[in-house]
C-alpha cells in the first residue's frame, strides 16, 4: 500500500495515493454485488409495458412451471409494506400503474437468466389510460411547489423587476432548455438481501448506508436495529443512488417471502432508465437588463420543471441566479408539471447543473449585447454582499476565478467578433462561464475515536465512498485532527454498524463527516489526553457552525472552453477547456483534480452529448443504453487543465473546506455553448448542441 | 441452448445443415448483445471460432478472398495497403476491443445499414461468397443486402467470405457520428478510384434503408473525368463539379430523422462526405498515388 507517512497535523493538502487503489485494482474491494453469500437466488423485474392504467390479469403460469424459477411476485402475493405514504417505495402494493417501466413484479430464479427468461414469460393484460408524459411551456397545468429541492422557497423577489426591466437600456429575453437527463454511475444499482431471523441485512450500493436503513425500517415497519447496511465500495452515484430507489424496496420483499436465502438484484443498464431517477428536462426564459454601462438592473429567471404525478421532485434551477450577479431588481421563480413519468430526482448539481447552463449562456448573450467582454461583464456585475441572506460572504474569488483562468487559458488575445477564426475546415472559437456551487450542511452524523494501542487509532463513521476518494480523504482529516501520521489511522466507513452520518449529497460529504470526526478528536484528546490507553474511545455529534448565521458560504469557479467546429457538416470538438476554481481548502489535490475533471466532463458531456429521448407514444426512454444515450469517451475530451486558488476560508468548517463534487458541472455546458457561439456565430440554446442544430452554418 | 463448435468448415456447414435455426456467432459483438437484451434465444448456437478455413485472406488473380473470420484488427494491420477504405472503415468500428473480436462477415449477417465495411465493399464491387453443403454461390454485395438486417442468406448456408479486387487507385471512407469513438454512423461514405477502369464506385452508408450506391453520381463524375482527360492528364476536378457531385450523392440518400440525427442533416452531411472523400481520393491520384 502506498501510503505517505509524513509529519503529523500535515495531512490535509497532500496528493496522498488513494488508500482503496490496491484492493480496486486488484478486485479485493468489494462492490455491492460481489459480497459474498451462501447459495443467493437472482431477482429480474417485471415492468410494465403502460405509462399508466391498471393491471387486470397476470399469468404467471409458464414462468412459474420453468425449472429453477422459485417465484413469480406482483402485487397479488407481495406482503403488506407498513409504510407506503411515499409511493415511490410502495412497491408491488397495487394493481395501479403510474408510469412505463414501473416495477409491477420480479421472477426470482436459481440463476440470473432463468429469471430474467421467466420474467418474458409471465402474461399481464391492462387496463390502459391514456397517459401524459411530454413538459412544454404551454401547459395550463403547470403548478406552484410548496418549496424546491434542497429546501428553497419556490419564487423570490427583490426590487420591482418589470419596472426595472422595462426601463433598462439593454435587455435580453431568451429561453433556454435542457432535456432529460440520466445519472449512468459505472456501477448498476444493486441490492443483496438477506432476511434471517427478522433481520434484514442490505449489500447496497448506495451515497448513504444509513438514509437507506432509515427508509427501508419505515417502509417495513421495522426498527432501525434490525436492518443493516453494507456498502463499503461504491462505483459512482451521481445524485443518484443518494435517495433510495424502488429497486432496494423490491429486493427486501423478495428476502421477505424467501427467508434466509439471500436475494440479488443488479439492475441492467436498460432498466437503470426507468425506475432510479433522472435529472428532470427543464425550459428557463431568462430576462436581463442592464443600464449603458453594462450594470445588471434586472435579472428574472422562470424556470418549469417536471415531476412524476407520484412523489414531487422540484428541481431548484433558478436559485444560483438568486445571488450570482448584483442587480438592483431580481425575479426568480419555479413551476412544476407532474407527468406521468418515473421520479426525477437529484443528477450532480441538481439546479445549478441546468440553471447555470441558462443563466451563463444569457450573461455570454448579454455582454455582446453590451459590446463587453464576457469576463469584464462579469466582473462588472459582481456583488457586494450575498443577494439572498443579506451576509458577506465568508469567502468569494469568483474575479481571481476569472482573472486566472483568462491568463491560463490565454483569454488576452481573444477577438470577440464571433466566426471570425477559421483553420482549413474549422471554424475556432472561445468561452467562458462563472461557476458556484453553495456550501450545503446536513445534521445527524457522528464519529468515533478509539486508541487501538501502539500508536493507532480507529475511526468510524458510516460514510460513503463512491468512488471519489473518501476511505482516503477522511483518513487524512483523521489524522490532523488527531495530530498523527495517516499511517495510525485505521479509518472505517460504509456500514450502518458505524455510526451514523449523513447522505453523500449536495457536495457535503467533507463538510460533514470532516468536521464531526474534528469534533470526535477534540473531544478525546479532552479527555483521554495525548497519550491515551488502549480502549479508551470516544463518539461525537457533528457541532453547530455558529459562523452560518454571519456568513453566506459558497464555492466559485471559472470555465474556458476551446471550440472547433467543422465549417460543412457542424460536428463539434472541445480540444481544450481550462478550470480554476475557489473552493477552500484542497483536502488531497489528487482525488480534487479527479472530481473536477470529471465534473468538467460531465459538463462538456451535457453540453454536447446526453440526452434522454422520450416517445411521448408510449412513455418512455428510447435511447435506454450507453450505444444511444452518449457520453464522451476518451477521444472526445481533449485536454482539461485545471487548478485552484489558495483560499483560506477559517469560516466554513474546521478544514475550511469546500465541498467540490458538483461544482465541476456547474456552468462548464455553457463554457462549451458559449464557446460554439464564438466559433460559428450560430447560439444554440437547447442542449445537446448537436450538429442539425447548428446548420445552416 | 446448445452450442455447437465445429473444427472445420466442412463441420460447420454440416451441422448447419442438420440444424437450419442454429446462430452462427463468430466475434459475437452483436450476436451477444442481442441475447443478453433476451432479444432472441436461439436453440443452437453455431460457434466458427474453431473454424481456421474463414480466418485467413488469399489472393487470387489480383483479388482478395477474406475469410468471414479475419477480424476488423487484422484487416487494419494485414491490408491496409492493398484495401485502405476497408482499412479506414475498420479502424472507425467500436473500440480496440469490438475491433479485436469484430469481423467483417459478422457485418454482413447483420447486414445494417450502418455497418461500417459495407461501404467499401459496394464501393469495390466485392461478392460475398456464401457455402453450404450444396456447395457455394458469389453473390454481389449490393444483392446480398435486401433491407435494414436482412439479407439473401439461406437457412442452410453460412458466409465464408468476401472476394475483393485489390485497390488500383486511391479510396475513402468518412464517417459522421455524434462522437468520436464507439459511435454508429449518422452517415457515412466510402469512395475508390479505379483508373484502369476509368470507373469511380461509390456507397452511401446509414442513410437508406440499406448501403447505396450513388449511380447517378458515379456516372457524372465518370463523365467529367472523361471529358476533362483527368485521368490521363491527373488534372484537377473543379469545385463546380465537386459541388455537382456532392449534390447528386445527397439525391442518392433516402434518409430518416432518429435520435442520431435528422434526415436533413444526414443528407447535407452525405453530401460533404462526398466532396470531401472525392477531392481526397483525387489528390491522391494527383500525386501518383
Ligand atoms: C460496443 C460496440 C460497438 C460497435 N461499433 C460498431 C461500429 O462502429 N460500426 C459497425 O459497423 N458495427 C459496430 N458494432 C457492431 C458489430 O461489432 C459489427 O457488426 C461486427 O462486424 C460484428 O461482427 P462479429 O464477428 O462480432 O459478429 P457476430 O456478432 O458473431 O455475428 C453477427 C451476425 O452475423 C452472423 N454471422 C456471423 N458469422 C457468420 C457466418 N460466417 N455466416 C453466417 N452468418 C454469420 C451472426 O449469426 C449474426 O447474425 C459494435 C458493436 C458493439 C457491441
Redesign the interface.
Known amino acids: 500500500m502506498s501510503m505517505i507517512t509524513g509529519a503529523p497535523g500535515r495531512a490535509i493538502g497532500t496528493p496522498l495515493d488513494r488508500i482503496d487503489g490496491p484492493q480496486k485494482v486488484t478486485g479485493e474491494a468489494p462492490y455491492a454485488y460481489e459480497h459474498h453469500v451462501e447459495s443467493p437466488l437472482y431477482l429480474y423485474p417485471l415492468q410494465s409495458d403502460i405509462a399508466r392504467g391498471r393491471i387486470t390479469h397476470i399469468d404467471a403460469s409458464a414462468a412459474e412451471a420453468l425449472p429453477g424459477v422459485v417465484i413469480v411476485i406482483t402485487h397479488e402475493n407481495a406482503p403488506r409494506l407498513a409504510d407506503t405514504s411515499d409511493k415511490e417505495y410502495a412497491v408491488l402494493q397495487s394493481e395501479e400503474v403510474a408510469f412505463r417501466g414501473q416495477f409491477i413484479g420480479a421472477v426470482v430464479a436459481e440463476t440470473f437468466e432463468t429469471a430474467?427468461?421467466a420474467a418474458?414469460l409471465v402474461e399481464i393484460s391492462y387496463d390502459e389510460e391514456p397517459h401524459d408524459a411530454v413538459l412544454r411551456a404551454d401547459r395550463d397545468d403547470l403548478y406552484v411547489p410548496e418549496q424546491v429541492n434542497a429546501g428553497f422557497p419556490t419564487d423570490t423577489e427583490e426590487g420591482d423587476f418589470e419596472v426595472a426591466y422595462a426601463s433598462a437600456a439593454v435587455k435580453l429575453d431568451e429561453t433556454y432548455t435542457t432535456p432529460m437527463e440520466h445519472n449512468n454511475p459505472m456501477e448498476p444499482h444493486t441490492t443483496v438481501a438477506v432476511w434471517r431471523e427478522g433481520d434484514l441485512t442490505l449489500y447496497e450500493s448506495t451515497q448513504g448506508a444509513h438514509p437507506v436503513r432509515r427508509t427501508v425500517a419505515q417502509v417495513f415497519g421495522l426498527d432501525q436495529k434490525r436492518v443493516n447496511v453494507v456498502a463499503p465500495y461504491v462505483g459512482g452515484g451521481f445524485g443518484s443512488k443518494g435517495l433510495p430507489h424502488a429497486n432496494t424496496i423490491l429486493a427486501a420483499l423478495a428476502a421477505q417471502m424467501i427467508e434466509g436465502r439471500p436475494i440479488k438484484f443488479a439492475l441492467t443498464r436498460?432498466q437503470m432508465f426507468s425506475c432510479v431517477g433522472y435529472r428532470t428536462p427543464t425550459i428557463q426564459r431568462i430576462r436581463l437588463g442592464a443600464d449603458e454601462e453594462g450594470h445588471l438592473t434586472a435579472i428574472s429567471h422562470d424556470a418549469i420543471v417536471q415531476t412524476a404525478k407520484i412523489k414531487e421532485f422540484a428541481e431548484q434551477a433558478a436559485v444560483a441566479t438568486r445571488m450570482m450577479y448584483a442587480t438592483e431588481s431580481r425575479r426568480t421563480t419555479h413551476r412544476v408539471a407532474a407527468l406521468d413519468v418515473a421520479v426525477p430526482s437529484w443528477m450532480r448539481a441538481p439546479g445549478e447543473a441546468p440553471g447555470m447552463f441558462a443563466l451563463e449562456s444569457a450573461m455570454d448573450e448579454m455582454a455582446i449585447a453590451c459590446g463587453l467582454d464576457p469576463i469584464e461583464f462579469r466582473i462588472r456585475n459582481e456583488p457586494e454582499i450575498d443577494a439572498e441572506t443579506g451576509l458577506p460572504y465568508s469567502s468569494r474569488n469568483l474575479v481571481a476565478c476569472l482573472r486566472e483562468g483568462a491568463r491560463r487559458f490565454g483569454w488576452e488575445s481573444r477577438d470577440s467578433t464571433p466566426r471570425a477564426r477559421r483553420e482549413g475546415r474549422w471554424l475556432v472559437g472561445s468561452g467562458v462561464a462563472s461557476s458556484t456551487y453553495p456550501v450545503f450542511r446536513l445534521p445527524g452524523s457522528r464519529a468515533r475515536v478509539r486508541y487501538e494501542g501502539e500508536g493507532r487509532y480507529a475511526v468510524e463513521i458510516g460514510a460513503a465512498d463512491i468512488g471519489t476518494g473518501t476511505w482516503t480523504t477522511l483518513t487524512q482529516i483523521a489524522a490532523d485532527a488527531l495530530g498523527v501520521g495517516v499511517g495510525e489511522i485505521g479509518l472505517r466507513i460504509g456500514d450502518t454498524t458505524l455510526p451514523q452520518a449523513s447522505v453523500e449529497g449536495g457536495s457535503t460529504g467533507i463538510t460533514m463527516w470532516g468536521s464531526t470526526i474534528f469534533e470526535a478528536a477534540r473531544v478525546f484528546r479532552e479527555r483521554h489526553g495525548q497519550n491515551p490507553s488502549e480502549g479508551d474511545e470516544v463518539e461525537a455529534g457533528t457541532p453547530e457552525n455558529p459562523e452560518t448565521e454571519n456568513y453566506a458560504m459558497h464555492a466559485f469557479g471559472a470555465y474556458f472552453a476551446e471550440a472547433r467546429v467543422d465549417a460543412?457538416?457542424a460536428?463539434v470538438?472541445i480540444p481544450r477547456m481550462t478550470g480554476v476554481f475557489a473552493v477552500g481548502r484542497i483536502i488531497n489535490a489528487k482525488t480534487a483534480r479527479s472530481q473536477f475533471i470529471g465534473g468538467m466532463t460531465m459538463g462538456l458531456s451535457m453540453a454536447?452529448?446526453e440526452?434522454s429521448?422520450v416517445d411521448p407514444r408510449f412513455g418512455h426512454v428510447?435511447?435506454h443504453d450507453?450505444?444511444?444515450y452518449?457520453i464522451?469517451?476518451?477521444?472526445?475530451v481533449g485536454e482539461i487543465e485545471v487548478s485552484w486558488i489558495e483560499e483560506e476560508d477559517p469560516h466554513v468548517n474546521p478544514m475550511g473546506s469546500k465541498g467540490i463534487g458538483e461544482i465541476g458541472i456547474v456552468g462548464s455546458s455553457a463554457a462549451v455553448a458559449n464557446a460554439v457561439y464564438h466559433a460559428t456565430g450560430v447560439r444554440v440554446r437547447d442542449l445537446p448542441i448537436?450538429?442539425?442544430k447548428l446548420?445552416p452554418l | 441452448m446448445e452450442f455447437l463448435q465445429p473444427a472445420t468448415w466442412r463441420e460447420a456447414l454440416e451441422a448447419k445443415s442438420a440444424h437450419h435455426e442454429a446462430v452462427p456467432i463468430f466475434g459475437g459483438t452483436d450476436v451477444m448483445v442481442e441475447m443478453n437484451?433476451?432479444r432472441r434465444?436461439p436453440g443452437y448456437v453455431l460457434d466458427l471460432t474453431r473454424v481456421p478455413e474463414i480466418q485467413v485472406w488469399e489472393r487470387e488473380n489480383g483479388k482478395f478472398r477474406v475469410g468471414a473470420g479475419v477480424t476488423y484488427t487484422r484487416i487494419i494491420t494485414d491490408l491496409k495497403n492493398e484495401l485502405p477504405a476497408l482499412a479506414m472503415a475498420s479502424r472507425t468500428v467500436g473500440?480496440p476491443q469490438i475491433r479485436n473480436r469484430g469481423t467483417v462477415g459478422g457485418n454482413l449477417g447483420t447486414s445494417s445499414p450502418a455497418g461500417d465495411a459495407l461501404p467499401p465493399l459496394y464501393a469495390s464491387d466485392a461478392e460475398v461468397e456464401l457455402a453450404s453443403v450444396e456447395g457455394i454461390r458469389r453473390v454481389p454485395v449490393g444483392e446480398f443486402v435486401t433491407g435494414p438486417k436482412r439479407n439473401v442468406l439461406r437457412r442452410e448456408e453460412l458466409i465464408w467470405g468476401f472476394i475483393i479486387p485489390e485497390a488500383e487507385g486511391p479510396q475513402q471512407y468518412a464517417k459522421?457520428g455524434?462522437?468520436?469513438?464507439?459511435?454508429?454512423a449518422?452517415c457515412s461514405f466510402g469512395l475508390a478510384l479505379h483508373p484502369a477502369r476509368r470507373k469511380v464506385g461509390t456507397c452511401i452508408g446509414s442513410a437508406a434503408p440499406t448501403p447505396v450506391r450513388a449511380k447517378e453520381a458515379e456516372e457524372f463524375i465518370e463523365g467529367v473525368l472523361a471529358e476533362g482527360d483527368l485521368w490521363e492528364t491527373r488534372g484537377a476536378i473543379s469545385e463546380a463539379a465537386l459541388r455537382r457531385f456532392g449534390e447528386m450523392v445527397e439525391m442518392s440518400a433516402r434518409p430518416i430523422s432518429d435520435?442520431?440525427?435528422?434526415a436533413?442533416?444526414r443528407r447535407?452531411?452525405v453530401g460533404?462526405?462526398a466532396r470531401?472523400t472525392l477531392s481526397w481520393a483525387w489528390a491522391e491520384y494527383r500525386d501518383g498515388r
Open positions: 430474467r427468461h418474458h436498460q460543412d457538416t460536428e470538438r454536447l452529448h440526452e429521448v428510447v435511447n450507453f450505444a444511444e452518449h464522451p469517451t476518451n477521444a472526445d448537436t450538429p442539425d446548420l | 437484451f433476451d434465444r473500440s459522421i455524434t462522437r468520436n469513438a464507439m459511435v454508429i449518422v435520435v442520431r440525427g435528422t436533413e442533416y447535407r452531411a460533404v462526405l470531401r
